[in-house]
């Protein structure tokens, strides 16, 4: 498969610890987008990556979030002391370094935070 | 901040009807996404509009980006059980790769 893969599928947590989430994209693809998506709600956009640069980070976001993309190929997201608040889908989407490329996104890492 | 709103939130129809979602940003779009996402599936890419009035079909699929470039919309004609899902616009700003979702809207097909 050559797909978006993201790793965990499933995480449980308990409140205040730290979890990371890793998301490897399609190879070719230097354009790497993280959402958080909660039930019923649209992909919220948290952050997005050309190669290694991180382009912009949304503003609603905590600095307890945290994402890298080291070598401009896979990336991870952590979150520091976890929140109740912070349990949602997390996805992570790439795409071709083109003016609106359409963006493959990955199966999801569900965030249970106890 | 940029703000993308869809209507209706849900729409159930019955096989066979026409479906219509609208999508609207508070500011002018450069380009725009639609994405459909099954339950218990990621969103899967549809269609990208990118210049003002375009529309582009797709099989019973109909897709239009408005004058301004501030709204959208989807028309599903003669709608199937497998139309059925959440559809989401993402609207793109000029200058940025960043892409905001609407609030989604969801269909459901009665057979």
């Known amino acids: 498969d050559t797909g978006v893969s993201q790793d965990p599928r499933h995480k449980i947590t308990k409140r205040g610890q730290n979890v990371t989430f890793r998301c490897d994209p399609i190879?070719?693809?230097?354009?790497l987008y993280w959402y958080r998506q909660t039930l019923g709600q649209g992909p919220e956009f948290l952050t997005y990556?050309?190669?290694?640069?991180?382009?912009?980070k949304s503003r609603l976001l905590s600095d307890r979030f945290s994402a890298e993309r080291p070598k401009g190929s896979f990336s991870t997201l952590e979150i520091q002391r976890t929140e109740q608040g912070d349990s949602a889908m997390y996805l992570c989407?790439?795409?071709?370094?083109?003016?609106?490329?359409?963006?493959?996104f990955g199966p999801g890492t569900r965030l249970t935070v106890t | 901040g940029q703000q993308v709103m869809q209507i209706p939130q849900y729409q159930h129809v019955q096989e066979g009807e026409d479906f219509t979602t609208y999508c609207n940003s508070s500011?002018?779009?450069?380009?725009i996404q639609w994405y459909k996402q099954r339950p218990g599936g990621h969103p899967v890419f549809l269609i990208q509009?990118?210049?003002?009035?375009e529309v582009k079909k797709q099989k019973r699929l109909t897709f239009q980006f408005g004058e301004a470039k501030k709204n959208s919309s989807l028309h599903i004609t003669a709608t199937q059980t497998t139309d059925v899902g959440t559809y989401f616009c993402?609207?793109?700003?000029?200058?940025?790769?960043?892409?905001?979702f609407g609030t989604g809207t969801r269909l459901k097909v009665l057979a």
């Open positions: 989407a790439s795409s071709l370094a083109r003016q609106g490329g359409e963006q493959y």
């Open positions: 500011t002018t779009l450069s380009n």
């Open positions: 993402a609207g793109g700003a000029s200058g940025t790769y960043k892409y905001i």
């Open positions: 190879s070719e693809h230097n354009r």
């Open positions: 990556f050309q190669n290694e640069a991180q382009l912009e």
């Open positions: 509009l990118v210049k003002s009035g």
